[in-house]
């Protein structure tokens, strides 16, 4: 199961893992064993010293035998903080699941007694518990569980919370299911993993708690013996004879350590953002392990040109070659598109410009991306710094994720500025305004106070746009600026980039899954399929006379306005998995044109006509009225 093989691969929590392993079964096996009795005293063999003969941790003040008193006081205090844990947690997460989930009310009445409980120092509210209902080791297990159940419901309240207002918690609500079903089968499996792991990370302190309260002598009473309670009675001897206290102590220290080592590896284990391997921090640039000869810069008068590019996912065993050998170039006032299905590489291809693609798991393993003549693969984190945002900038295509929630939009378009050339704020946010009125956001002196969520999509966007333009840069990559808003404000979008690379000079590469956006914006288009490009060249010519067998059908695709009734032709068949690409063509399994030879060898890019490439080994003619 992959949780133990995540668990095993943390070492502390495996060794946690073993000793607990360790305990328990020498707690369960303890009455089989063959040992004292642990409550028989015997004065005449007080205070053996450990390793004496029948005593092999000597014995204590009455001359019982200490092993067999450890064990059986293991075997009790761990079935008391197990207990009192399992307890805690199924109270406090029903009372937390109910106050989350129907709010209002309910939840001030019941978290306000929550808080109560918690207003108390938990040690002073267990003793007063016990003194209630009077001393003894049942009653010691009822406090620890009542004083931990604050913190159970607290927990997973908030969680719950969260959780109900998803949704698939309408969806549920508008199928017509009950709350308890709604409770059961869609809140709870979501709750769940955060029980598990307050649970793993609280035992210990359950067992410590309990021990506290035997050490105190309001536990298991004498002459039954707990770790806890051991420890109090060896307090007179501790100077005489330590070992007495020694014994017990180094069993809980054993125990508890154990069991948080294990109880952070549950947490780590169960957490699903971390199995894909966010354990490990991202770091501030994309890791480069190029094999082979790295391209140089060539001739030509390009801006940024991409060259060979191979970007892979190595996640454990698997490696998902994303990007692999792209080949791009974009000159000053030139519009780059790069088409293709979703999956088909073009994020990564964009965010491994500025080494962006986030590492681990992504490996850049060859080719170079080259600005002004300049390697930006493996160049030091410094200088890619300094380009990022100022010389290279980028559009994402969800502006409300990368905009800041709590800052005005002011303020980070201040902060994109002055990130890289010191000005004073005045300046900046004059600079700001301006920024903001250059992507027609009316009335921007006032705009310029709004937060993200007072404005519109469209709006937010433009705010993406103008932060990108905020340092004037030479190239602004687009990943799909414009996918999640509406056709008109879309439309305003692209002749408001299109005017800007006309003004500026801007060097744009545009990303997108819909041709009439290329259409409108780019003067070339590269068409991207299975981490590569399989067709290159001048808008017009690839539009009029699509030569690639992919791009013919990714425009069969697209429905007409005014064109008529026809037949939109989906695409057959899903695009390769990018961790076991087909040798040859990778869209040969799609293709109504496949033959034998696409399934062999490496399928090249070729010249095809004037400034036109494809990676076809039969592509459509070309006639001269296309081109
Ligand atoms: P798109 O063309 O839609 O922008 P992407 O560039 O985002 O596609 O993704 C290209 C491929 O890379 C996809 O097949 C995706 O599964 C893979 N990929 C992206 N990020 C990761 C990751 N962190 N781990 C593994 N594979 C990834
Ligand atoms: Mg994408």
Not at 65 to 79: M, N
Not at 230 to 251: D, Q
Not at 503 to 517: C, N, Q, S, W, Y
Not at 539 to 561: F, Q, W
């Amino acid at each position: 199961m992959s949780f133990l093989r995540l668990l095993a691969r943390n070492r502390l929590a495996l060794a946690g893992l073993i000793v607990m392993v360790c305990v328990v079964v020498l707690a369960l096996i303890t009455p089989l064993l063959p040992l004292a009795d642990p409550n028989v005293t015997n004065t005449a063999d007080r205070f053996q010293r450990p390793f004496t003969e029948g005593a092999a941790l000597g014995t204590d003040h009455l001359g019982r035998d200490l092993l067999s008193r450890l064990l059986h006081g293991t075997r009790l205090s761990l079935a008391v903080g197990f207990a009192a844990a399992v307890i805690a947690a199924t109270l406090g997460a029903a009372i937390g699941i109910v106050a989350g989930f129907y709010g209002g009310r309910t939840d001030n009445i019941i978290m306000r007694g929550v808080d109560m409980l918690m207003a108390f120092p938990y040690i002073l509210l267990a003793l007063a518990i016990v003194a209630a209902l009077g001393p003894g080791l049942l009653n010691a297990l009822i406090a620890v569980a009542a004083v931990n159940i604050p913190f159970f419901a607290r927990n997973i309240r908030g969680v719950t919370v969260g959780i109900v207002h998803k949704e698939f918690v309408d969806a549920a609500r508008l199928s017509g299911m009950s709350d308890l079903r709604i409770i059961v089968t869609e809140v709870l499996p979501n709750v769940i993993p955060v029980i598990v792991i307050a649970m793993s990370t609280t035992v210990g302190w359950m067992i410590l708690e309990t021990a506290g309260l035997s050490f105190l002598g309001l536990g298991s009473q004498p002459p039954v013996a707990d770790l806890g309670s051991m420890l109090g009675e060896a307090r007179s001897a501790l100077i005489t004879n330590p070992h007495t206290s020694v014994v017990p102590g180094t069993m809980i220290l054993i125990i508890v350590m154990a069991i948080n080592l294990l109880g952070d590896g549950v947490r780590d284990a169960l957490d699903p953002r971390l199995k894909s391997g966010a354990l490990n921090r991202p770091m501030p640039t994309t890791l480069v392990d190029r094999k082979g000869p790295v391209p140089q810069p060539k001739e030509g008068g390009a801006l940024l040109s991409i060259d060979g590019l191979k970007t892979e996912f190595h996640v454990k065993d698997r490696v998902y070659k994303a990007v692999g050998g792209v080949t791009l170039s974009v000159r000053p006032g030139e519009c780059l598109g790069l088409i293709g299905e979703s999956g088909s590489g073009k994020s990564v291809t964009a965010l491994s410009v500025m080494g962006l693609v986030a590492s681990p798991p992504g490996v850049i393993t060859g080719g170079a991306v080259h600005f002004e003549g300049q390697d930006l693969v493996g160049a030091p984190y410094a200088h890619l710094r300094k380009m990022r945002g100022d010389r290279v900038a980028y559009i994402f295509q969800d502006p409300l994720a990368t905009l800041h929630p709590l800052y005005t939009v002011g303020d980070q378009l201040i902060e994109a500025v002055q990130s890289h050339h010191a000005t004073p704020k005045s300046e900046a946010r004059a600079h700001a305004i301006d920024l903001l009125k250059s992507v027609r956001i009316p009335n921007a002196e006032k705009r310029i106070d709004s937060y993200p969520h007072e404005m519109s999509g469209g709006m937010r966007q433009r705010v993406g746009i103008a932060m990108a333009l905020a340092n004037d840069p030479d190239v602004i990559i687009a990943d799909e600026p414009t996918t999640a808003l509406d056709v008109t404000v879309q439309a305003q979008i692209l002749s408001l980039l299109d005017d800007l690379r006309r003004e500026r000079g801007l060097a744009i590469v545009f990303i997108t899954h819909d041709f009439g956006v290329v259409a409108q914006l780019c003067d070339r288009v590269a068409v991207m399929y299975a981490g590569r490009i399989v067709e290159e060249g001048p808008t017009d010519a690839i539009l009029n006379a699509p030569s690639h067998p992919y791009t013919s059908r990714l425009m069969a695709c697209v429905p007409e306005l005014g064109g008529g009734r026809r037949e939109l032709a989906a695409i057959p068949g899903l695009p390769p998995v990018v961790d076991r690409l087909p040798e040859g063509c990778a869209f040969a399994d799609r293709c109504h044109k496949a033959q034998e030879a696409c399934r062999r060898g490496e399928i090249e890019l070729v010249d095809n006509g004037p400034s036109r490439t494809v990676r076809c080994i039969a592509p459509e003619p070309v006639t001269e009225a296309a081109q």
